[in-house]
């Protein structure tokens, strides 16, 4: 295989960039390659707060918090949970800029300091507190082990209120709240009960239960007729937003078609089955009752995904508007009522679309509604978090097929998440930043000024600053794809963005067998130390990790342009991040066949043939940066490279540089089994240097 061959290996995403758009600084939160980033919020200050998932050295799971300047800087750090997989949910800040992270714990070990409610040791919905600085838990209690917490939000006062579901008859309540009734009793005798919402509150100190009710319906659904096999009916609440008057608005997923709604509201009756919900809304009015305003179904009407009437929609992130007003998003299948002059009146793609509504305060009517892109390809869409400015403008972060969001003049649209700006009736859209898939979505908020800030799963942040210029949006191992804040040294990865680059793309020059490190006046800094540049375009540069930085922990990188340096992200470092390069056009690994054909589902692989795939992120140094390796380069070395199938691992012949290729891909040559499976495809997974990492799929066929 050729250096030409190889280069277009890599996607190249030619777009132009947008003149006058607001830059976006890219940072990576310190979570290590196993972590996923969920939660962000921030306090009066701008301080920024996210909550993700990690596994620390010792392969424990953990919950960690950390607190960031407004800039992304790292401040303060904790971790905190049992041994399980306990999954925070939720989080806000009060007016100290403490951080109340709510969720599900399944660890008999998950930390009692200060508890509400009597200590559990089988897990169940928490609450914690965390004081501003994060030194130390301010109080954490779970309130039932049959509980899951969903939803929280902060009223001026501090009051913690939390919503979630429970299947629990002896959820703590309040006497005098709206449902003090238990969860309907399960029919045919199965030990299960339909599971109730709940909305709680909680004082600040947590140390008193202000109110607690259920939330939900009676109905309950028994499968399989007779021969009940499963009883099915459920209230999720998903989100939660206290508005200027002290009301308290809960949004979520129910399949419970008795769920009480109020008299005048433009859903009363659900359209919903069993497997398939409707969303609602539920307004509660302030006060030691805390007494239901109004309650309203969310539905889609007619067909879903193409199966005759089982309509479908998630619903979550919602926010009040200064009238009081509710602006509400999530997906939804095909068939809601949208409305006159809306951006987008249809669903696009295949699968659920992201959908934005706003509702009157009184519940009474839907003052407008519109679909935002769609799902297709795999991916479905959806609105994962939303905010207001200070003009009423709805600036959301989502999911979406990227070839279905609204035109946006000038932004090249280089991935599946995005976080987008719509005006207060949602008519038009007024920015719109559109990135690889998991470097944004997971969370949103703005600042002061109205500038957003977005979370990855991957721990990617997206930091808009109020001046025009360059955005770098992601880095990503230039083999599949994923966005990561991990690299290793000698990897191939991919920086994709906005005016990044040249409008005219420049190919990698090679001088002396070497690719140079300067394009055009572009350079890619690793530590300060240029990194070889394969190419170079306004929205995406291909370059390699520098060998210098190996015994680092972190690098930090840099994007020099003729007209300044773009400051980027501070990326961990692991001795390898092996992935597998892909073939874009038929969603296989870019393998090659015994006899040196390509690896097609037209042209499979043989049992017991010789399969050669490439890979980058694994420990080759045999060469300098940049050396485009020899034809006739000395065989491979004895890395510690396995190819496995399951847990199977497969004779491997040839591991090493690969000939004709720049120093950094590796070559892998393999055997496969002389038995395949009865399928058209065969996956491998790479483990090198001890990480697991880069599936591909081979096409095969059991005919010799």
């Known amino acids: 295989m050729t250096v030409r061959h190889f280069v277009a290996l890599l996607p190249l995403l030619l777009s132009t960039s947008a003149a006058g758009t607001n830059q976006v600084l890219l940072r990576y939160l310190d979570i290590g390659y196993q972590g996923s980033a969920r939660l962000l919020t921030a306090d009066k200050a701008g301080n920024l707060f996210t909550v993700s998932t990690i596994t620390n050295p010792s392969g424990r799971p953990q919950i960690r918090a950390i607190k960031m300047d407004a800039k992304g800087n790292p401040l303060a750090g904790i971790d905190f949970g049992g041994s399980g997989l306990d999954r925070p949910e939720a989080a806000a800040t009060d007016a100290q800029g403490n951080l109340v992270v709510v969720g599900t714990a399944v660890s008999a070990d998950f930390p009692s300091v200060a508890p509400l409610f009597p200590a559990k040791r089988s897990g169940g919905a928490f609450v914690v507190k965390l004081d501003s600085e994060l030194h130390a838990i301010l109080f954490s209690t779970l309130l039932s082990s049959r509980a899951a917490a969903t939803a929280v939000a902060l009223d001026a ?34 030990p299960y009960s339909s599971a109730l919402g709940f909305l709680t509150e909680i004082s600040p100190n947590g140390d008193r239960l202000l109110y607690s009710t259920y939330f939900g319906g009676d109905f309950v659904t028994c499968l399989g007729g007779s021969r009940c096999v499963d009883v099915f009916s459920i209230t999720r609440p998903l989100g939660l937003a206290v508005g200027p008057s002290g009301t308290v608005a809960m949004a979520g997923v129910t399949t419970a078609s008795d769920l009480p709604t109020t008299p005048g509201v433009f859903g009363p009756t659900c359209n919903c089955s069993n497997l398939f919900p409707a969303g609602f809304l539920a307004v509660f009015s302030p006060g030691a009752t805390q007494a239901l305003v109004w309650s309203t179904f969310v539905n889609v009407t007619g067909g879903s995904l193409g199966v005759p009437g089982t309509p ?44 934005l509504a706003k509702v009157s305060g009184t519940g009474t009517s839907l003052l407008w509604c519109t679909y935002f892109g769609g799902g297709g390809a795999g ?33 090249p649209l280089l991935g599946s998440n995005y976080v987008a700006r719509l005006s207060a009736d949602a008519r038009t859209l007024q920015d719109l930043y559109a990135g690889p898939a998991n470097a944004a979505g997971s969370g949103l908020v703005l600042t002061p000024t109205g500038t957003f800030v977005s979370l990855g799963q991957p721990g990617s942040l997206w930091i808009q600053t109020a001046t025009s210029g360059p955005s770098l949006l992601g880095v990503a191992n230039a083999a599949s794809g994923p966005v990561s804040g991990v690299v290793s040294s000698v990897e191939l ?7 990044i680059g040249p ?23 690793f530590d300060g130390t240029p990194a070889p540049l394969l190419y170079v375009g306004p929205s995406q540069i291909n370059t390699i990790v520098p060998s210098a930085v190996y015994w680092h922990d972190f690098t930090h990188v840099q994007i020099v342009t003729p007209t300044g340096t773009l400051d980027g992200p501070t990326l961990a470092l692991l001795p390898s991040m092996p992935d597998i390069f892909q073939n874009s056009t038929t969603g296989l690994a870019a393998a090659l066949n015994q006899d040196g054909s390509i690896n097609s589902p037209q042209n499979p692989a043989k049992p017991g043939s010789i399969v050669t795939i490439f890979t980058t992120g694994g420990e080759t140094y045999e060469w300098p940066d940049g050396t485009v390796v020899p034809i006739n380069a000395p065989a491979g070395t004895n890395l510690p490279v396995s190819v496995l199938s399951g847990l199977t691992s497969l004779e491997v012949l040839y591991a090493g540089d690969a000939p004709g290729i720049v120093a950094g891909v590796m070559q ?11 399928f058209n495809t065969f996956q491998v997974t790479l483990q090198i240097a001890g990480t697991t990492g880069g599936q591909g ?3 095969v066929t059991n005919l010799y």
């Open 157 to 190: 006062a501090g009051n913690i209120f939390l919503a979630g579901n429970t299947t629990d008859p002896s959820f703590p309540l309040t006497a005098g709240a709206y449902r003090t009734k238990p969860p309907a009793a399960a029919c045919c005798g199965l």
């Open 312 to 355: 479908s929609i998630g619903i979550g992130p919602l926010a009040f508007d200064a009238a009081g007003n509710l602006v509400v998003g999530g997906s939804a299948a095909p068939g809601l009522p949208t409305t006159a002059g809306a951006i987008q009146p249809d669903s696009l793609g295949s699968g659920y679309g992201a959908f």
């Open 379 to 411: 991916i479905t869409g959806g609105v994962g978090a939303l905010a207001m400015d200070t003009q009423g403008r709805i600036v959301i972060t989502g999911s979406s097929d990227p070839n279905l969001l609204p035109a946006f003049s000038g932004i």
């Open 493 to 499: 990865v991919s920086l994709y963005g906005i005016g």
């Open 503 to 525: 409008q005219s793309p420049l190919p990698g020059q090679i001088q002396n067998r070497v690719y140079t490190s300067s394009l055009g006046g572009y350079q890619v800094l």
């Open 668 to 678: 892998i040559n393999f055997r496969l089994p002389d038995s395949l499976p009865e």
């Open 697 to 699: 799929l081979i096409a």
